[in-house]
């Protein structure tokens, strides 16, 4: 019999290492590795988790051509916001990550879905964390019950299979990953090894029985998934579930999605009697405009495939002391920098002793090149005292040597300003060909450098 012998492993990837790490060569993560044994190899090698989830049966290759193709078949969560992110519905068979942080509504989420589900199709809601009873209460102030939706609170994978087993449910929630355990594992709950091998599991179960399976799992400090990154490899979509605790809106992005779209986002408000849907997110991150403010300008950001508009801030006055402050709320530092950096050198603002604070307004995350132009324009009006008008709005990004460059689906952004009241949009020299179809009832602006849009507004 093989020896087993003791090895380190990052609890936040699965690295192994034969000695301990302070730090994970492969994620770079501070404190993650924890003494596990190597087991002498308990399964054949062959049955690898991959291996295992194979639903054909099939170990040969194929031809393309004699490869019977199946349309997938989706479901409708009967919320759209969800439908969206999930590329037009879940699909049978798949096996769908929550992340989110603690709080957030992810439960409240599932339990919404599970009881539009259980109208129609049988529903098992596995939940570690909570009782029935507390479920229950949960369910009646959102007014859930429906027929099908069975609620059962274990953690042991073997009981929860053997449920699946009798009850053959067509879909099956596990409220977390990180409760649930394999007791054949001498490992920890909730640990690399637990949880890489509960979802191996989960993966098999939606795989060979054709379950949906929504998985919760809760998100790290520093914004993963806890437990192994492998886990977002191995699922078949992946959404993050985010929003600020003190702000109502959630908005639900899908991060990886195998049947869609990724980067698509729905948006949710959170209310007394549960989760409900926002259908126009633009008209509320510009719902708060303060008329004739200066450091306010509006940009049009693609969410996956979705045109949404969203207020900048910019507030920048003289440093008090010493080295010049930036922050940033809801955008990505860096790219503020150098947008700074820019104004600085190419349109002719003296910013080296400004701080600045920027925010992307309603508690959104841009992170697109788009939005650029419109960080710009905040920050020139809030420095130079300057009101924008408040029927104009900016796509762009900006090059370094301050010229604006071309953005994608330029199309979608005007139509959606316009819809929104926008009668003036600012947008790249390079895209204006395309954006001419979309020109009636609003003015189009092309501009080449961050000068020349300067040179317009003030
Ligand atoms: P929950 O779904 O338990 O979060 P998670 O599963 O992501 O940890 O959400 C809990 C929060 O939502 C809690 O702070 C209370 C709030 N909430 C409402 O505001 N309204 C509701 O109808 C419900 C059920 C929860
Ligand atoms: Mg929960």
């Not at 990837?13 to 596990?36: D, I, K």
């Not at 999930?86 to 879905?113: F, Y």
Request: net charge neutral; proline share 3%; glycine share 8%.
């Amino acid at each position: 019999m093989a020896k087993s012998r003791i090895e380190y492993t990052c609890q936040n990837c699965g690295y192994h290492s034969a000695s301990y790490l302070g730090r994970c060569p492969n994620c770079q993560a501070w404190n993650q590795f924890v003494e596990t044994k190597k087991e002498a190899a308990k399964v054949s090698s062959k049955a690898t988790p991959s291996r295992r989830m194979t639903t054909t049966g099939i170990r040969q290759p194929q031809h393309l051509k004699e490869i019977t193709s199946t349309k997938e078949n989706r479901t409708s969560t009967q919320f759209d916001e969800l439908d969206r992110v999930l590329g037009g519905g879940a699909v049978k068979g798949s096996l769908v990550l929550l992340g989110g942080d603690p709080g957030i509504g992810k439960s409240t989420l599932l339990l919404q879905v599970c009881g539009e589900l259980a109208q129609k199709q049988t529903v098992l809601y596995v939940s570690g964390e909570e009782s029935p009873t507390q479920i229950k209460m949960r369910a009646q102030r959102l007014e859930i019950d429906s027929e099908q939706l069975y609620i059962y609170s274990e953690t042991d994978m073997s009981e929860i299979r053997q449920q699946v087993n009798e009850m053959k449910p067509d879909f099956l929630i596990i409220d977390s990953i990180q409760t649930m355990n394999e007791p054949e594992l001498d490992a920890v709950v909730g640990s690399v090894t637990q949880v890489k091998e509960v979802t191996s599991e989960l993966m098999k179960i939606a795989k060979n029985d054709q379950i949906t399976v929504f998985v919760v799992g809760h998100v790290t400090k520093s914004g993963g998934i806890a437990g192994p990154k492998i886990l977002e490899h191995m699922v078949d979509t992946v959404l993050y579930f985010e929003g600020e605790a003190h702000h109502a809106y959630r908005i639900i992005r899908s991060v990886k999605n195998r049947f869609g779209a990724a980067n698509e986002i729905g948006m949710f408000e959170m209310k007394g009697e549960g989760l409900a849907e926002v259908k126009n997110p633009s008209a509320i991150f510009l719902d708060e405009r303060l008329p004739n403010s200066t450091g306010s300008a509006v940009v049009v950001s693609m969410e996956g495939t979705r045109p949404i508009l969203v207020e900048l801030q910019a507030l920048v006055t003289p440093t008090a002391f010493g080295n010049a402050k930036r922050t940033s709320t809801g955008l990505n530092t860096h790219r503020v920098a150098l947008i700074m950096a820019v104004l600085e050198k190419r349109g002719g603002l003296l910013l080296q002793n400004q701080d600045a604070f920027l925010k992307a307004t309603g508690g959104v995350r841009l992170d697109e090149p788009a939005i650029d132009l419109a960080i710009a324009v905040a920050i020139a009006s809030s420095y130079k005292e300057k009101e924008i008008n408040q029927t104009d709005c900016f796509i762009g990004e900006i090059g370094l040597t301050g010229e604006i460059r071309r953005v994608t689906q330029i199309e979608d952004r005007i139509k959606e300003a316009r819809n929104l009241g926008f009668k003036r949009v600012y947008i790249p020299k390079n895209n204006l060909k395309e954006s001419l179809r979309q020109s009636e009832g609003i003015e189009i602006v092309p501009v080449v450098s961050i000068q020349q849009a300067l040179n317009y507004l003030f």
